[in-house]
């Protein structure tokens, strides 16, 4: 834990408290809280966090106004560029840049653990065809623990560390299969021979009645949504993951809460909302109507992949998305997309309106990765389950980061009251 340099003082009632200040390497100052409530018998009040800092964390960093993203200090556009997905795993896991044996090894390792158990293949049978993706994943996730059950004990560091890399290395293969299973088609193994990004295409497109070759460019481009996806500090699904983890529940259950928590269109769920939006819009003639639409207070409505709790500035991984928008669309021949093309105005429509602008509300890493995603061939229902694969890493990270911390106790809001006071049970006849 970082030493206080400096306090605060709260006055309540003529009383002082004096309250620790915390500086972090990098953001805002905290104030420690901790004690106040032995100490005065208040709570403080912050539905949403909108001002709390859950927990100590050295993994991510975001800086909101500037638009920066670090992970371990590196800048995601950096990463994003010129390493890949596995490294950032290492990268976010780890805390340093693996060395060449370093990688090889932990390539390896998470190669050797793509094959999930071949008995899940039945679990998997017992959901319904038309299920969401998300809906099966959030299952058999959650159904690891009774498949894996020798890497559980969260007290055991090799255990944790296994449970990590089985996670990261089935999470492809799991999504893949709730896509197969959707569309009817034969589950397809993974192939170890392929790099990460090229076996999740593998697994998803290859069928065995004939011969799949996966593009370099389109890999590149997988390859680099995983790497935008994986990781951002306390967001609410990371948060319901560390959650889940405070009470000492294993790994695989702590990643089906948080994928489960994903799901909302607030969240991971916006990549499909904001391609089925652009969908909807289908022509830049319309786009007046729709951002009249999400202006309109009475309207519940919002621009899908727009705005952002921390960033108050472009997302970095809007940036890079757009890019690689760009690079996938020209290589497939479509850069006349017409979603692509409503989505360029309707960015720069937004970008010119006080409405957008006085809020902050800029496009986020959800606005362009569908149109990437349903380019390469995925259907909408898939976008979501892409984006859990990816987070993955930050959760599991952050989740061993805080089974680390010796400070660790159970998360356990309080809350502001506001129902009836005691009052005695009344019979039926009576009421
Ligand atoms: N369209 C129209 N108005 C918006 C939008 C939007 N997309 N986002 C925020 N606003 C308005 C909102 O109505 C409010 O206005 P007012 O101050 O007049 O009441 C103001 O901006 C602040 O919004 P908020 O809901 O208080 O902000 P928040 O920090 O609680 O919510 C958000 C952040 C991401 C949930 C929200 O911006 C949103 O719903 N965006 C659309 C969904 C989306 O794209 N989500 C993906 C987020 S990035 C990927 C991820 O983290 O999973």
Redesign the pocket.
């Given at each position: 834990m970082v030493e206080s340099t400096k306090s605060a003082t709260l006055t309540i009632d003529g009383k002082s408290y004096d309250l620790p200040i915390y500086s972090p390497t990098a953001g805002p100052d905290v104030i420690d809280i901790r004690k106040l409530y032995a100490q005065s018998g208040m709570f403080t009040f912050d539905p949403?966090f909108t001002s709390t800092a859950s927990c100590e964390s050295d993994i991510t960093f975001i800086d909101g106004a500037k638009g920066e993203l670090l992970h371990r200090g590196y800048p995601i556009d950096q990463l994003a560029e010129k390493s890949h997905y596995l490294e950032v795993c290492y990268l976010l896991l780890y805390g340093e840049l693996p060395t060449a044996p370093e990688m090889e090894d932990f390539e390896s390792r998470v190669t050797n653990h793509t094959m999930v158990h071949e008995q899940m293949h039945n679990f998997f049978r017992g959901f319904r065809r038309d299920a969401h993706p998300m809906a099966t994943l959030v299952g058999v996730v959650g159904a690891m623990s009774a498949f894996y059950h020798d890497s559980t004990d969260i007290n055991d560091l090799m255990q944790r560390e296994i449970a990590s890399v089985r996670m990261i290395a089935k999470l492809p293969t799991i999504a893949a299969m709730a896509y197969k299973y959707s569309i009817g088609q034969p589950f397809v193994y993974p192939r170890n021979d392929l790099d990460y990004a090229s076996n999740f295409l593998h697994m998803c497109f290859a069928v065995p009645a004939e011969s799949y070759e996966v593009n370099p460019i389109l890999a590149r481009a997988m390859d680099r949504i995983f790497t935008l996806h994986a990781d951002?500090e306390q967001?609410a699904s990371t948060s319901t993951v560390r959650l889940a983890g405070s009470s000492g529940a294993n790994p695989f259950a702590c990643v089906a809460a948080g994928i489960a928590c994903l799901w909302g269109?607030?969240?991971?769920g916006?990549n499909q909302a904001?391609l089925e939006m652009l969908q909807e819009i289908g022509t830049v003639d319309r786009i007046p109507e729709f951002i009249a639409r999400?202006k309109d207070k009475n309207d519940p409505f919002?621009?899908?992949?727009?705005?952002?709790?921390v960033y108050k500035n472009f997302d970095p991984r809007a940036t890079v998305m757009k890019k690689s928008a760009d690079e996938v669309l020209e290589l497939l021949g479509v850069e006349n997309n017409p979603t692509l093309q409503v989505a360029k105005e309707l960015e720069r429509q937004a970008l010119n309106d006080p409405y957008f602008t006085e809020?902050k509300?800029f496009p986020?890493?959800?606005f362009y990765s569908g149109i990437i995603l349903e380019a390469m061939g995925f259907p909408t229902s898939m976008f979501t389950p892409i984006f859990a694969l990816s987070r993955t890493v930050g959760w599991i990270s952050q989740w061993k980061e805080m089974i680390g911390d010796s400070q660790l106790k159970i998360g356990r809001p309080r809350q502001l009251y506001t129902g009836a006071t005691r009052r005695d049970y009344t019979d039926v006849e009576t009421r």
């Amino acid at each position: 834990m970082v030493e206080s340099t400096k306090s605060a003082t709260l006055t309540i009632d003529g009383k002082s408290y004096d309250l620790p200040i915390y500086s972090p390497t990098a953001g805002p100052d905290v104030i420690d809280i901790r004690k106040l409530y032995a100490q005065s018998g208040m709570f403080t009040f912050d539905p949403g966090f909108t001002s709390t800092a859950s927990c100590e964390s050295d993994i991510t960093f975001i800086d909101g106004a500037k638009g920066e993203l670090l992970h371990r200090g590196y800048p995601i556009d950096q990463l994003a560029e010129k390493s890949h997905y596995l490294e950032v795993c290492y990268l976010l896991l780890y805390g340093e840049l693996p060395t060449a044996p370093e990688m090889e090894d932990f390539e390896s390792r998470v190669t050797n653990h793509t094959m999930v158990h071949e008995q899940m293949h039945n679990f998997f049978r017992g959901f319904r065809r038309d299920a969401h993706p998300m809906a099966t994943l959030v299952g058999v996730v959650g159904a690891m623990s009774a498949f894996y059950h020798d890497s559980t004990d969260i007290n055991d560091l090799m255990q944790r560390e296994i449970a990590s890399v089985r996670m990261i290395a089935k999470l492809p293969t799991i999504a893949a299969m709730a896509y197969k299973y959707s569309i009817g088609q034969p589950f397809v193994y993974p192939r170890n021979d392929l790099d990460y990004a090229s076996n999740f295409l593998h697994m998803c497109f290859a069928v065995p009645a004939e011969s799949y070759e996966v593009n370099p460019i389109l890999a590149r481009a997988m390859d680099r949504i995983f790497t935008l996806h994986a990781d951002h500090e306390q967001n609410a699904s990371t948060s319901t993951v560390r959650l889940a983890g405070s009470s000492g529940a294993n790994p695989f259950a702590c990643v089906a809460a948080g994928i489960a928590c994903l799901w909302g269109p607030a969240h991971g769920g916006a990549n499909q909302a904001c391609l089925e939006m652009l969908q909807e819009i289908g022509t830049v003639d319309r786009i007046p109507e729709f951002i009249a639409r999400a202006k309109d207070k009475n309207d519940p409505f919002r621009l899908m992949g727009f705005g952002h709790r921390v960033y108050k500035n472009f997302d970095p991984r809007a940036t890079v998305m757009k890019k690689s928008a760009d690079e996938v669309l020209e290589l497939l021949g479509v850069e006349n997309n017409p979603t692509l093309q409503v989505a360029k105005e309707l960015e720069r429509q937004a970008l010119n309106d006080p409405y957008f602008t006085e809020k902050k509300l800029f496009p986020n890493v959800d606005f362009y990765s569908g149109i990437i995603l349903e380019a390469m061939g995925f259907p909408t229902s898939m976008f979501t389950p892409i984006f859990a694969l990816s987070r993955t890493v930050g959760w599991i990270s952050q989740w061993k980061e805080m089974i680390g911390d010796s400070q660790l106790k159970i998360g356990r809001p309080r809350q502001l009251y506001t129902g009836a006071t005691r009052r005695d049970y009344t019979d039926v006849e009576t009421r």
